[in-house]
């Protein structure tokens, strides 16, 4: 499965560029406390992204893993450059990198996710990045979150997960400890509210 398959399907998932947020039963340490942005939802399934979790490796890291850079060159990136935030984007890949970003910029690879969002995931948006030709708004990601057919939507059936529009602020805000409060503040709930609420009928 991948994102160019679910989206050159055709059909536009009703989860497409929503929000998902785990509900405080979600029992599934992957996903615990997880807003999770959907970039492709068809009969196929779905994908999306973490973007709440961080992650330990840094920007710098990749670009000295990837070799586009050494050691040297890294160190004369302009600040903003070198703490670019990489966040873990779900429990599949983890190896594999992809950046989210504002569709101000496009390269033949980029697919877009919606009318403002584009992902990327070839090294052309990270050289763009270094040299400052990068897009206004980014965030790269290690992994994804993928569901099955139908899965995605029987979770959602069990009470696992509550979805909302997404915004640009939530995206790509670097501020992560309160991205999931603020996540249900956008829906008028908090979690102490789910939390009395969860186990009644």
């Known amino acids: 499965m991948s994102f160019s398959t679910l989206k050159?399907?055709?059909?536009?998932?009703?989860?497409?560029?929503?929000?998902?947020?785990?509900m405080?039963?979600?029992?599934?340490?992957?996903?615990?406390?997880?807003?999770?942005?959907?970039?492709?939802?068809s009969k196929a399934g779905a994908m999306g992204f973490i973007i709440n979790r961080s992650q330990d490796i840094s920007f710098c890291d990749v670009l000295g893993?990837?070799?586009?850079?050494?050691?040297?060159?890294?160190?004369t990136l302009p600040r903003d450059r070198r703490e670019f935030p990489i966040l873990a984007g779900g429990p599949v890949e983890t190896g594999r990198g992809f950046v989210l970003h504002s569709d101000d910029f496009s390269s033949?690879?980029?697919?877009p996710v919606s009318d403002e969002i584009s992902l990327t995931a070839t090294l052309?948006?990270?050289?763009?990045?270094c040299d400052g030709r990068g897009p206004a708004k980014a965030t790269m990601l290690l992994g994804y979150a993928g569901w099955g057919p139908g899965?995605?939507?029987e979770e959602m059936s069990?009470?696992?997960?509550?979805?909302?529009?997404?915004?640009?602020?939530?995206?790509?805000?670097?501020s992560l400890d309160n991205k999931y409060e603020r996540a249900l503040a956008s829906l008028?709930?908090?979690?102490?509210?789910?939390?009395?609420?969860a186990g009644h009928a």
């Open 188 to 197: 008028g709930v908090s979690p102490e509210m789910l939390s009395s609420e």
């Open 24 to 41: 405080p039963s979600m029992q599934d340490s992957n996903f615990a406390r997880t807003v999770v942005y959907i970039c492709a939802h």
């Open 108 to 111: 033949e690879s980029s697919i």
């Open 124 to 129: 052309d948006i990270i050289r763009a990045i």
């Open 65 to 75: 893993h990837l070799k586009l850079l050494d050691a040297t060159e890294i160190g």
């Open 151 to 153: 899965q995605l939507e």
């Open 158 to 174: 069990n009470n696992g997960w509550l979805n909302c529009p997404a915004s640009d602020d939530l995206i790509f805000d670097r």
């Open 8 to 22: 050159t399907e055709g059909e536009r998932g009703f989860l497409d560029g929503q929000l998902l947020i785990a």
